[in-house]
């Protein structure tokens, strides 16, 4: 059993970010965490894991008390950062090994959870060549492999494509089903909701709310009211029309792949000046390369690809994308635009209240809206959007996308978003396309599965 007994918690001279928090997980008990970007979420999981204040240094009073000294494992929001080893391989034998474990039952756990989440193939890759999803199941096996009695995740389904989140959800239901304690920080808490016993929801101010199964309707309300994705979306944001502008970039011919993997061969496809495109498919098959292709970060090994105006990425890991010491520097930098239009930029994507904020020290949320207004502040023709939704409650997920989409009628941008959110593309996009259907495009033919 975890008790939460009267516990608050600040960062510096801000104001309680958790204030009075009472709160039992038993154990075999799931916790979903929720609340908009920024609530504290993850500052709870890092002060139940211990490495708040031990690492990361913060005020706190009240009691966080585990039981019976029960083991607990991390997996954090970010897999692009949080590993020891060079191969997956070695990623998962890493703990094993300092536990002591006999080299043939390591080869058994390893085997047992590869089947499980589907790792074979890429057990001998270097984790710099995964993709984000592909390094989140890595992430997930290793909190697996050592069977702890607590896991903590935070935000672990954006980076899954559909089959892979079903396959988590059953293992999360398993593993309660054999008394381990979950305690999940998530904003697509949906699919979750089958295994949870309560859900603790932090609001704007600084205050919380806990809902206990089983839950009704009148919760599902009030929390898709307060911005949580607590069922599925079922209406329309904007009506998809056909496109039927100039093409802003073409792929004629175009071949790539790292050494001997053969990623995309003799592609031909357009986009679109003024359309929202949407492009899915499950971890690993190139959505993320294609993206960098278009922006010109990788090399094709043949073929052309035309590109008219001016482009931006916005990568799904947004620490890549920091260097200034305050948000408001961060997206002025290299912008041609007054104060006043980038103070407008930064209000409607809800972030002029952290203006004189370090990036790095935000949530990863809140880093990716400065990303996002980083690059808008360029003025690109061209937005090509990497994981969008990782981060973001639905509130700031829904109001970056109407400016967008906004964008996209009145200046006639185009963006290109990658994302494992078919919910979220539905909403917004004019063509959606699956990577897979992509690479079978050939010239003049016109692709079904790009659909309006």
Same mark, same amino acid.
């Given at each position: ?198 859900? $603790? *929801? ?6 919380? !709310? &806990?809902?206990? =199964?089983? @839950? +009704? #309707?009148?919760?599902?309300?009030? $929390? *898709? ?6 069922? !599925? &979306?079922?209406? =329309?944001? @904007? +009506? #998809? ?212």
């Amino acid at each position: 059993m975890i008790k939460i007994k009267n516990f608050s918690c600040s960062y510096n001279s801000h104001k309680n970010l958790i204030n009075n928090l009472n709160v039992e997980i038993n154990d075999g008990e799931a916790l979903i965490i929720c609340g908009k970007s920024g609530a504290g979420k993850s500052t709870l999981l890092n002060i139940i894991s211990g490495i708040s204040p031990n690492l990361i240094k913060v005020n706190m009073s009240g009691i966080i008390e585990i039981l019976n000294n029960r083991a607990s494992t991390f997996v954090f929001q970010n897999p692009h950062i949080y590993s020891f080893a060079n191969i997956a391989l070695e990623e998962l034998s890493f703990e094993l090994e300092n536990l002591g474990i006999a080299p043939d039952e390591i080869v058994k756990k390893i085997n047992e959870i590869s089947i499980i989440l589907d790792l074979k193939k890429i057990l001998l890759k270097n984790l710099v060549d995964l993709s984000a999803g592909q390094k989140m199941k890595v992430s997930i096996a290793s909190a697996l492999i050592t069977t702890p009695d607590i896991l903590l995740f935070d935000e672990p389904l954006p980076a899954l494509d559909k089959e892979c989140q079903l396959k988590f959800i059953d293992i999360l239901n398993q593993l309660k089903k054999n008394g381990k304690t979950l305690i999940i920080a998530e904003h697509l808490i949906a699919p979750l909701l089958p295994i949870a016993d309560k859900i $603790l *929801f932090f609001n704007d101010n600084y205050d919380y !709310k &806990i809902f206990n =199964a089983p @839950f +009704n #309707n009148d919760d599902y309300e009030y $929390l *898709f009211n307060a911005g949580i994705r607590s069922k !599925k &979306i079922n209406y =329309a944001v @904007f +009506n #998809n029309g056909k496109i039927q502008n100039e093409a802003i970039i073409k792929l004629n011919n175009v071949s790539f792949g790292y050494e001997k993997n053969k990623i995309f061969e003799n592609l031909n496809f357009d986009f679109f000046k003024g359309e929202l495109m949407g492009i899915i498919g499950n971890n690993g098959s190139g959505k993320t390369t294609f993206l960098k292709l278009l922006a010109e970060i990788l090399k094709i090994d043949q073929g052309m690809i035309e590109i008219i105006g001016k482009s931006a990425y916005i990568d799904q890991n947004p620490d890549r994308l920091l260097f200034e010491k305050s948000v408001f520097d961060e997206i002025s930098v290299g912008s041609r635009l007054d104060k006043e239009s980038i103070e407008n930029i930064m209000k409607k994507l809800d972030i002029l209240k952290l203006a004189s904020r370090n990036p790095l020290h935000l949530s990863i949320g809140e880093k990716h809206r400065v990303a996002v207004a980083s690059a808008l502040a360029q003025e690109p023709d061209i937005i090509l959007l990497d994981e969008p939704a990782s981060g973001l409650d639905f509130y700031h997920l829904k109001d970056m996308f109407d400016e967008l989409k906004k964008m996209v009628r009145e200046q006639q941008k185009t963006i290109i978003t990658a994302s494992n959110d078919l919910e979220l593309l539905e909403l917004y996009c004019d063509r959606i396309i699956n990577i897979e259907d992509l690479k079978k495009s050939k010239k003049g033919e016109k692709l079904k599965n790009a659909t309006a």
